[in-house]
C-alpha cells in the first residue's frame, strides 16, 4: 500500500495543466520561495495521510469533467519528495485513462523521479528566474538544477509547460523574458511558456502561520505588464 501526505485537493481545477483538472497538493517542501502561495504546504510533518487508493476514489468522482484534456495534476509543496506515491497515483490514473500532470520546481534527479516522469503526460516546471545568482536567492536552489530537469523532460519526451512568476524588480525584465523564450525554443519538450502575474492572496496565510512574506511590500502584477513580455516572444 502506498501512503502519501498530502496538504489539501481542488476538484475542478483549471490554471494546472491542460484543461480541468483534479489537484493534489502534496505536503512538503524543500525550497522557500520568496513568492510561494502555498507556505502550509512546507513543513514535511503537516497534512495528512491518504492511500493511492482513496486519492483514486475522489478522482474517479471528478472523471466525467475532465474531458479530452483534463486530468489529475500534483502540485505542492514538492511531488519529487514523494515519487514514490505519485508513481503509483499516476499508474492508477493511466489504468483508468486518466491523464497525469507534474507541477515541480525540478529539484531532484534520481530513480524515483525518472521513473515517475514514465507514468507523466505534462510537466509545469516552475522556472524562478533566467539568472543563476537570483535563483539561488530567491528560493535557495541552484539554476542548473532546473537546466538538468528541462534537459531531462526534453530527452524523455515529455510535454512541458515552462512557467514563471512574473515579479517586479525580479522577473519583469525584458531581458529576463526573452531568455526565458529562448530557453523554452531551444527545448522540443517544451509546448508552451506561461508567465504568471505575481499576486498577494496568500498573505493570509503567511500571518496565520506566523511567517513573515518576504514580498509583502511588493506591488502585484498589472495585467499590461504581462501583455509587454508575452509580445516578446514574437520579436
Ligand atoms: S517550490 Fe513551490 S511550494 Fe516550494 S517554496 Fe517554492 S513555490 Fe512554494
Given at each position: ?13 483549471t ?64 511531488p ?67 537546466d ?21 524588480g ?8 526573452k ?30 502561520l ?26
Amino acid at each position: 500500500m502506498h501512503i502519501g501526505r498530502i496538504s489539501s485537493f481542488q476538484s475542478l481545477g483549471t490554471v494546472d495543466g491542460p484543461g480541468v483538472r483534479y489537484v493534489v497538493f502534496m505536503q512538503g517542501c524543500n525550497l522557500r520561495c520568496k513568492c510561494c502561495h502555498n507556505p502550509e504546504t512546507w513543513d514535511m510533518h503537516g497534512g495528512s495521510e491518504y492511500t493511492t487508493e482513496e486519492v483514486m476514489k475522489r478522482v474517479e468522482r471528478c472523471k466525467s469533467y475532465f474531458g479530452k484534456e483534463g486530468g489529475v495534476t500534483v502540485s505542492g509543496g514538492e511531488p519529487l519528495l514523494q515519487a514514490k506515491f505519485v508513481t503509483r497515483l499516476f499508474q492508477l490514473c493511466k489504468q483508468s485513462g486518466i491523464s497525469t500532470c507534474l507541477d515541480t520546481s525540478g529539484c531532484i534527479i534520481n530513480d524515483d523521479v525518472k521513473e515517475l516522469l514514465c507514468y507523466t503526460d505534462t510537466v509545469l516546471l516552475d522556472y524562478k528566474s533566467t539568472n543563476a545568482k537570483d535563483y539561488k536567492n530567491f528560493c535557495g536552489m541552484d539554476m542548473q538544477a532546473a537546466d538538468d530537469f528541462l534537459s531531462l523532460l526534453d530527452k524523455m519526451h515529455i510535454d512541458t509547460y515552462l512557467r514563471q512568476v512574473v515579479i517586479k524588480g525580479f522577473t519583469d525584465s525584458d531581458k529576463n523574458a526573452k531568455r526565458l523564450f529562448e530557453i523554452a525554443s531551444a527545448h522540443e519538450c517544451v509546448k508552451k511558456t506561461e508567465l504568471l502575474p505575481f499576486r498577494k492572496m496568500c498573505v493570509s496565510k503567511y500571518d496565520k502561520l506566523g511567517i513573515p512574506f518576504p514580498l509583502k511590500d511588493t506591488e502585484e502584477t498589472p495585467a499590461d505588464v504581462i501583455e509587454r513580455l508575452y509580445a516578446l516572444k514574437y520579436k
